[in-house]
């Protein structure tokens, strides 16, 4: 066993991760039979703790709620961009033990936006809308200013929620205009609209919404898919993109970064579309 590597996807709850289905599918065709990949259950309270019992076969660990904004105490360095977002979806183990964090689903979002079609470097730049206000929200901000936005309107259901956001706006170099949750139909004339909201809460804008050529939709749910909002969407030809993008292209990142290797792509997202369809 001393050969072995481990890593692992880390929150609560966590029964209902894919994650081990893609780094599983993943090492298999990587020719890494020597890894295996879990899901544990750990609320923030428990993180630290969790990481001082785990011994150097560990590599990395990949983290959702309640953990992303609670690995950036407990890593002993920070990738410029989870500082940013205040939030970190990755820990790699580096060869002195020490922990690192990072954020990928940041590059993992400009990664999708641009596959759907969404260029930067464009005159004028692209124009992004954002629906909610929390972690997410932050990390698709930083997304925005990548694919080379200058200024983001938020949709958000609590008035405070755009002051909380604008740290994170400043550290990436975009502006924010506020708008109501009572106004976010008239806020979807944008080149990208990305819902960063819960299941359910931006159901009813779907038969509100005048959908605009052009506009690319990233709701980041998978469960269930396609949503109300993203169907209306569709059918107006509307490009679409969901949290089953997102979630392998996250992956993708953290694999490299805990294997040292190339990720094989392809049968990571055969695995993980299989994995949904039977859901």
């Known amino acids: 066993m001393s050969g072995s590597r481990r890593a692992a996807v880390c929150g609560m709850p966590i029964a209902h991760s894919l994650s081990p289905v893609i780094h599983t599918a993943g090492y298999a065709a990587a020719g890494l039979l020597d890894w295996t990949y879990d899901a544990v259950a ?19 660990l990949s983290l959702t709620m309640p953990l992303k904004e609670a690995a950036l105490g407990v890593a002993a360095s920070a990738s410029p961009v989870a ?22 689903d940041v590059p993992g979002m400009v990664r999708v ?28 901000l930083a997304a925005a200013a990548r694919c080379g936005a200058v200024e983001v309107t938020v949709v958000t259901r609590r008035p405070e929620a755009v002051a909380e956001l604008t740290p994170a706006a400043d550290a990436v170099g975009v502006k924010l205009a506020g708008v109501t949750w009572a106004d976010a139909a008239g806020a979807f004339a944008a080149d990208a609209v990305i819902s960063t909201v819960p299941k359910g809460v931006a159901d009813h804008l779907s038969a509100a919404v005048d959908w605009q ?30 949290g089953l993008d997102l979630l392998l292209a996250q992956a993708i990142g953290q694999f490299e970064q805990f294997t040292g290797v190339p990720a094989p792509e392809a049968a990571m997202r055969e695995a993980l579309v299989a994995a949904a369809q039977v859901r």
């Open 42 to 60: 750990c609320d923030a309270a428990g993180l630290p703790g969790l990481l001082d019992g785990l011994d150097e076969q560990w590599r990395g």
């Open 83 to 104: 500082v940013a977002v205040g939030a970190a979806n990755t820990l790699v183990r580096g060869p002195d033990g020490s922990w690192h964090a990072d954020n990928t």
């Open 113 to 140: 936006l641009q596959d759907a079609g969404l260029t930067g470097g464009t005159s004028p730049p692209p124009t992004f809308t954002v629906l909610g206000g929390g972690g997410t929200a932050r990390a698709a």
């Open 213 to 242: 050529p052009g506009t690319v939709l990233f709701d980041v749910l998978y469960d269930p898919w396609p949503t109300p909002l993203a169907s209306a969407a569709a059918a107006r030809g509307v490009r679409i993109v969901s």
